[in-house]
């Protein structure tokens, strides 16, 4: 396939380029380059090639086009540019065009189900490493909480008030801390635990458990928060209602955290169609028929770069000592538990700032 450009006008282009470009040559001929391009790459992409080529160097790579029907198709090129003996400049550029879509396809293909293999091997080989952890750090927790009350024991026996009461004041503190050592490891246990064949699972009314989960934690958000909810009342997710509402105060305090002057929180459930969709969480091609459970804010929004990690273990935006890194990564691993999977829709400027998790959960 040719084409030539004169100051990225395109003077002719012949029959195998206008079908996979999808012009005809009366469309192509008079416009400029500019009518190919595709928003996968920068400006810059552009310019160097545009640079290369003036300076009469011959340029070859891979670019991403757009077919006129809207579509995107990869080509291999080489630009060539003519200069006429004598001149400094090149007078015309010859391009050649190859379609390589399909390998770049396959490639694409090849690298998800390669990030999703690897994504796949670490959560395991993290969910051992966290039974683990916790096992051991329960049976240290258990010394220290005995411990604990033995030193409370024999503070009966101490005769200076100002010193048993600095005593007991100390115990307490034990036993606050003690007690959030528990909570983290229930979570951590959580986070680690395996699908079990004989497990007993307790489904409820999908709507009936989000009316208690609201009920619980209204009072722990505050009135600078609204939430407003749109059920689909005929929905049930097959999920264990212990899980679904953990999944959804999670869900819910990561929304009030987004939005540190208050706001709304929104939750619905409804039945959805999606269309090659990617899970954020497991990186597997979603498409089909599911039941969506939706938990939206206009928070702050997750950057780019933040989004990658966000179900990762122990990963935490919020400082110390007010988040474990845990909650959305036991909310991955109880939704996927049910073969659901997640979508994430984040936005950090403009109108709609805010992030939306979609929870997609399989008819049964």
Same mark, same amino acid.
């Given at each position: ?78 630009? +060539?540019?003519?200069? $006429? /003996? ?7 550029? %010859? &391009?050649?065009? =190859?379609? !390589? ?105 999908? +709507?009936?458990?989000? $009316? /208690? ?7 722990? %958000? &505050?009135?600078? =928060?609204? !939430? ?120 950090? &400027? ?15």
């Amino acid at each position: 396939m040719q084409k030539q450009i004169r100051k990225g006008v395109i003077t002719l282009a012949n029959e195998h380029f206008c079908r996979i470009s999808g012009y005809s040559q009366s469309e192509l001929i008079g416009s400029t380059h500019s009518l190919l391009q595709s928003d996968i790459f920068p400006p810059t992409f552009y310019d160097e090639i545009w640079q290369t080529i003036k300076s009469g160097n011959i340029w070859r790579g891979e670019m991403c086009n757009r077919h006129n029907n809207g579509t995107l198709y990869w080509v291999s090129a080489v630009i +060539v540019p003519i200069v $006429d /003996e004598g001149a400094i400049h090149p007078k015309k550029y %010859i &391009t050649q065009f =190859f379609d !390589i879509t399909d390998r770049k396809e396959a490639e694409q293909r090849q690298f998800e189900l390669t990030k999703q293999i690897n994504h796949m091997q670490k959560i395991e080989s993290l969910s051992r490493l966290t039974s683990g952890i916790a096992h051991d750090f329960n049976n240290m927790l258990a010394a220290i909480v005995i411990y604990n009350e033995l030193n409370r024991f024999f503070t009966n026996d101490c005769q200076d008030e100002k010193l048993k009461e600095k005593l007991l004041f100390n115990a307490q503190q034990v036993d606050i801390v003690s007690d959030r050592g528990k909570n983290l490891i229930k979570k951590m246990m959580m986070y680690s635990r395996q699908n079990l064949i004989n497990k007993k699972v307790d489904v409820r009314p999908t +709507v009936d458990v989000i $009316d /208690e989960v609201l009920a619980m934690i209204r009072p722990a %958000i &505050t009135s600078k =928060f609204q !939430i407003n909810t749109d059920m689909d009342n005929e929905l049930t997710i097959q999920i264990d209602s212990t899980d679904l509402h953990q999944t959804i105060t999670n869900l819910i305090i990561n929304a009030r955290d987004a939005m540190k002057q208050g706001g709304d929180i929104a939750i619905s459930l409804k039945q959805v169609i999606k269309h090659e969709l990617t899970c954020h969480s497991c990186a597997q091609t979603i498409e089909g028929e599911f039941m969506e459970l939706c938990v939206a804010d206009k928070g702050s929004g997750i950057e780019p770069k933040v989004m990658a990690n966000i179900f990762d273990p122990f990963f935490t935006t919020k400082p110390v000592g007010e988040g474990t890194g845990l909650g959305l990564s036991t909310v991955s691993k109880m939704v996927h538990d049910c073969d659901g999977h997640i979508i994430v829709d984040s936005n950090t &400027t403009g109108i709609s700032r805010g992030t939306t998790f979609r929870l997609l959960f399989p008819f049964s």
